[in-house]
């Protein structure tokens, strides 16, 4: 049997060769809890160990973020630092990587005035701008992974004893990642290949829109022309191969801004400013957002629609079968890196320009020209269920079943 220690070890790597796949004389960000020192030195060490230059690491606290919200004065949240916004300008421009190691309690902001979230959410968003734009361009290697806190494992094994919900969180999150597997680089390399052919197939099929029905939604999204579907793994500037999110089981690309008509229904809770927002349905008319309802968080996804102006439109259709493998383990994480890889799903907010034709040297002005959104935000919601199908619609009008009863048509 695998040791969790040969589990952790296989995932620091799988991160540093896959996900960011860390070059020579290349240097790397690391943005994560302090909690998570052990699994951040790892990921250090294979950093270095393959070649990595230098090794940066942007320390957070659940306990200090909350503290934050409850006590610090109203203005605070309407400023970022500056010298944060220059360390990752400077890096990306180097050509550094980034890994983000999530951990955050699903509730860590609960009861927190969803003002100053949606202040402090929109300061760091407009304070970001310019590098969230060399991520959405594939400029710079990146990844998303996970690690458990107390917290988010109490709140995903409720049922499960205190003393064992955090090695029951690392057991399902290093089955998701294939680092329990004897040869996890190899799985994932067989993983991206699998996940290309509904990539190419979709790209060949060049659908004007897609229609999605099922008991809870009706929604026609139409799609930009030149839109490229892209899945699993991505290439930067330099020609380097990544792993954006580690698990990924979607394939995905970009809406048009203003084609989007109908209601969708969520059906899994998002986890978002550390509050969850749960049981909504968003209507859009022309592209926009022009009603929502939540029996959970309203007020939070109220207040997160209305962000900016791009916040009103959708950036991202992603599909994910409902048989895929972390929908088949039947856990709910309340975290979007693994439940939005559970289900198809939707994004609230700017577009990546790398799906479409050309879009990654293209401006801003000619991106919004082809129907790509802009915004300050982007965030992941879930639609997928067993009971969803999707049509693909053609330029003549004819239609071809995508997905029916949740899972893939062809």
């Given at each position: 049997m695998t040791s969790f220690n040969e589990k952790l070890s296989r995932y620091a790597e799988l991160a540093v060769k896959v996900g960011v796949n860390i070059q020579p004389g290349q240097q790397l960000y690391i943005a994560a809890a302090i909690d998570l020192a052990p699994l951040v030195r790892l990921i250090t060490q294979k950093a270095y160990e393959t070649g990595a230059k230098q090794v940066y690491v942007d320390w957070n606290d659940d306990a200090v973020s909350r503290l934050r919200f409850e006590l610090a004065p109203e203005d605070s949240f309407s400023e970022y630092p500056a010298w944060k916004v220059q360390e990752?300008?400077?890096?990306?421009?180097?050509?550094?990587?980034?890994?983000?190691?999530?951990?955050?309690?699903p509730d860590l902001l609960a009861g927190i005035d969803s003002k100053r979230i949606a202040a402090s959410q929109k300061a760091t968003g407009q304070a970001l701008s310019k590098y969230r734009q060399y991520v959405q361009s594939d400029k710079i290697s990146w990844t998303v992974i996970a690690a458990p806190s107390q917290k988010w494992a109490a709140k995903v094994f409720p049922d499960v004893p205190a003393g064992q919900q955090i090695d029951t969180l690392w057991d399902a999150i290093f089955k998701a990642v294939r680092a329990d597997l004897d040869q996890p680089i190899e799985a994932w390399s067989e993983?991206?290949?699998?996940l290309h052919?509904?990539?190419?197939?979709?790209?060949?099929?060049?659908?004007?829109?897609l229609h999605y029905t099922s008991p809870k939604t009706d929604l026609e999204v139409a799609l930009p022309e030149g839109h490229l579907w892209c899945g699993a793994g991505s290439i930067n500037e330099k020609g380097d191969p990544f792993m954006a999110n580690m698990p990924t089981e979607e394939v995905f690309t970009v809406p048009h801004k203003t084609g989007v008509n109908g209601y969708v229904s969520s059906t899994k809770p998002l986890s978002y400013g550390g509050n969850i927002?749960?049981?909504?349905?968003?209507?859009?008319?022309?592209?926009?957002?022009?009603?929502?309802?939540?029996?959970?968080?309203?007020?939070?996804?109220?207040?997160?629609?209305?962000?900016?102006?791009?916040?009103?439109?959708?950036?991202?259709?992603?599909?994910?079968?409902?048989?895929?493998?972390?929908?088949?383990?039947?856990?709910l994480f309340y975290n979007t890196l693994f439940d939005e890889n559970a289900s198809n799903h939707f994004a609230i907010g700017s577009a990546y320009a790398f799906c479409l034709e050309g879009g990654k040297t293209m401006s801003q002005e000619e991106l919004l020209k082809s129907g790509l959104n802009q915004s300050i935000t982007h965030v992941d919601f879930m639609v997928g269920s067993s009971e969803m199908d999707i049509d693909g619609v053609l330029e003549d009008g004819s239609r071809e079943p995508v997905f029916r009863a949740g899972n893939w048509a062809f």
């Amino acid at each position: 049997m695998t040791s969790f220690n040969e589990k952790l070890s296989r995932y620091a790597e799988l991160a540093v060769k896959v996900g960011v796949n860390i070059q020579p004389g290349q240097q790397l960000y690391i943005a994560a809890a302090i909690d998570l020192a052990p699994l951040v030195r790892l990921i250090t060490q294979k950093a270095y160990e393959t070649g990595a230059k230098q090794v940066y690491v942007d320390w957070n606290d659940d306990a200090v973020s909350r503290l934050r919200f409850e006590l610090a004065p109203e203005d605070s949240f309407s400023e970022y630092p500056a010298w944060k916004v220059q360390e990752r300008e400077q890096l990306a421009e180097q050509g550094a990587a980034f890994i983000s190691v999530v951990s955050q309690s699903p509730d860590l902001l609960a009861g927190i005035d969803s003002k100053r979230i949606a202040a402090s959410q929109k300061a760091t968003g407009q304070a970001l701008s310019k590098y969230r734009q060399y991520v959405q361009s594939d400029k710079i290697s990146w990844t998303v992974i996970a690690a458990p806190s107390q917290k988010w494992a109490a709140k995903v094994f409720p049922d499960v004893p205190a003393g064992q919900q955090i090695d029951t969180l690392w057991d399902a999150i290093f089955k998701a990642v294939r680092a329990d597997l004897d040869q996890p680089i190899e799985a994932w390399s067989e993983h991206d290949r699998l996940l290309h052919t509904k990539v190419d197939y979709l790209n060949d099929k060049k659908y004007a829109k897609l229609h999605y029905t099922s008991p809870k939604t009706d929604l026609e999204v139409a799609l930009p022309e030149g839109h490229l579907w892209c899945g699993a793994g991505s290439i930067n500037e330099k020609g380097d191969p990544f792993m954006a999110n580690m698990p990924t089981e979607e394939v995905f690309t970009v809406p048009h801004k203003t084609g989007v008509n109908g209601y969708v229904s969520s059906t899994k809770p998002l986890s978002y400013g550390g509050n969850i927002i749960d049981d909504f349905k968003v209507t859009f008319e022309d592209g926009k957002i022009v009603d929502v309802t939540a029996a959970q968080g309203e007020d939070v996804l109220k207040q997160l629609v209305a962000t900016d102006e791009g916040s009103h439109f959708l950036g991202e259709v992603a599909l994910v079968p409902h048989q895929s493998p972390i929908s088949d383990s039947n856990i709910l994480f309340y975290n979007t890196l693994f439940d939005e890889n559970a289900s198809n799903h939707f994004a609230i907010g700017s577009a990546y320009a790398f799906c479409l034709e050309g879009g990654k040297t293209m401006s801003q002005e000619e991106l919004l020209k082809s129907g790509l959104n802009q915004s300050i935000t982007h965030v992941d919601f879930m639609v997928g269920s067993s009971e969803m199908d999707i049509d693909g619609v053609l330029e003549d009008g004819s239609r071809e079943p995508v997905f029916r009863a949740g899972n893939w048509a062809f």
